[in-house]
């Protein structure tokens, strides 16, 4: 089991430097681009690229989300974390760490994302950013070999 996204495994946190494209803007992180999500249709969102991931993190906490957003969050982290993963070098990582689970544990009680550690969750969460990324890392081991392309 991986339980933190830190040291051998930091690769696997959403801060990791990876550019992925949202509505046609490229960002440094996925972190940058969920939270350029979070902006209601026709706000600017474009200077959250430019942000260090965390201070767009605090930022993305600011905003008032888009009306979707609770039907959407989950959809938009799958596509920006398999983009993530469509770099070669971090396809290759993410394969090797079959067939532990991946998750996204921390103590700042993110119950949806994560599961938290801290003494008064002791370990509860869903768990559905370590879900995504084990979907994808499925998803990479299943390549074909002599096409190049997916199954399924």
Not at 19 to 29: A, C, N, S
Not at 66 to 71: G, L, M, Q, V, Y
């Amino acid at each position: 089991m991986i339980s933190k996204f830190q040291g051998d495994f930091r690769f696997l946190s959403n801060f990791w430097p990876t550019e992925v494209l949202y509505q046609g803007i490229t960002y440094p992180t996925v972190e940058n681009a969920y939270q350029a999500a979070k902006f209601p249709l026709g706000m600017s969102y474009t200077a959250i690229r430019f942000m260090k991931p965390g201070d767009a993190k605090r930022y993305g906490r600011t905003i008032p989300v888009r009306k979707d957003w609770k039907t959407v969050k989950v959809s938009i982290m799958e596509d920006l974390v398999s983009q993530k993963f469509r770099n070669s070098e971090l396809a290759k990582k993410i394969k090797d760490t079959f067939p532990q689970d991946l998750i996204e544990g921390n103590f700042w009680h993110d119950l949806f994302w994560g599961k938290c550690f801290c003494p008064e969750h002791k370990g509860k969460g869903q768990n559905n950013l370590g879900k995504i990324l084990m979907q994808v890392r499925e998803r990479r081991i299943n390549i074909m070999p002599l096409t190049g392309r997916e199954v399924g």
